[in-house]
């Protein structure tokens, strides 16, 4: 039972334009929301999160949008680059497990 | 400052055999995460340790896995009479504290491969 979707397995990206990704999630308990970002043969690294009682969180080129009742969040990321070039996971907590529930991941390339 | 360690980087073993990954927190980080990640797929949360003792091993495929973690800090995770379908990158996580709100930093994982 996949909690936490992301249906796009990979997008493609001109540098410059606005790369979009989504997550759906199934658990209405999930209350907080976070995305990490992976190059190959490293971990994981914290990108950007958004707690659910906002439905939008920005970091320079990075922007979360949360839509509760479609239980659906997605990141933004604009101007796209090149180094944005990775494999991107939605992550969600419910803060009663202690346990980040992943999706499957997309893996995002900026063309130059 | 140094960030979290996992040996070895990569491993392969003939099916049958145990296998044991080493996972270095930060140092401080009370909370250590394990996770899997095979192939096309996402991250499957396995453990986490609180301190010393794991309150969630709901993760754990198999009783053929099993972990512990010593003086809050070093985590070895064992997997016996290891099957094909155990190949996967294990990731170790760790965090200040537990819970999702705190960020968790990982390492650069341990790929292991059973023949």
């Known amino acids: 039972d996949q909690q936490v979707k992301q249906n796009s397995p990979s997008l493609s990206v001109q540098e410059g334009r606005i790369s979009i990704l989504n997550c759906d999630y199934t658990n209405s308990m999930f209350d907080y929301f976070l995305w990490y970002k992976k190059y190959p043969a490293e971990g994981p690294t914290f990108l950007i999160s958004i707690s659910s009682i906002k439905d939008k969180n920005e970091d320079g080129r990075f922007t979360v949008f949360l839509n509760k009742s479609a239980k659906h969040l997605s990141l933004h990321i604009v101007p796209s680059q090149p180094g944005d070039s990775a494999v991107y996971f939605c992550?969600?907590?419910?803060?009663?497990?202690?346990?980040?529930?992943f999706g499957t991941g997309t893996l995002l390339a900026v063309q130059p | 400052g140094a960030g979290v360690s996992q040996s070895p980087s990569n491993k392969v073993t003939e099916k049958g055999k145990d296998v044991e990954l080493r996972c270095d927190p930060i140092s401080g980080h009370t909370a250590l995460y394990w996770y899997r990640q095979r192939l096309g797929q996402g991250l499957e949360f396995l453990i986490y340790f609180q301190g010393n003792s794991a309150p969630d091993k709901s993760g754990l495929p198999s009783d053929r896995f099993s972990a512990e973690r010593t003086g809050e800090s070093v985590s070895t995770l064992t997997i016996q009479r290891t099957q094909q379908e155990d190949s996967a990158v294990y990731l170790c996580?760790?965090?200040?504290?537990?819970?999702?709100?705190?960020?968790?930093?990982f390492g650069p994982g341990t790929r292991l491969t059973v023949l």
């Open positions: 992550a969600a907590d419910s803060g009663a497990t202690n346990k980040l529930i």
């Open positions: 996580a760790s965090s200040l504290l537990a819970g999702g709100y705190n960020e968790q930093f």
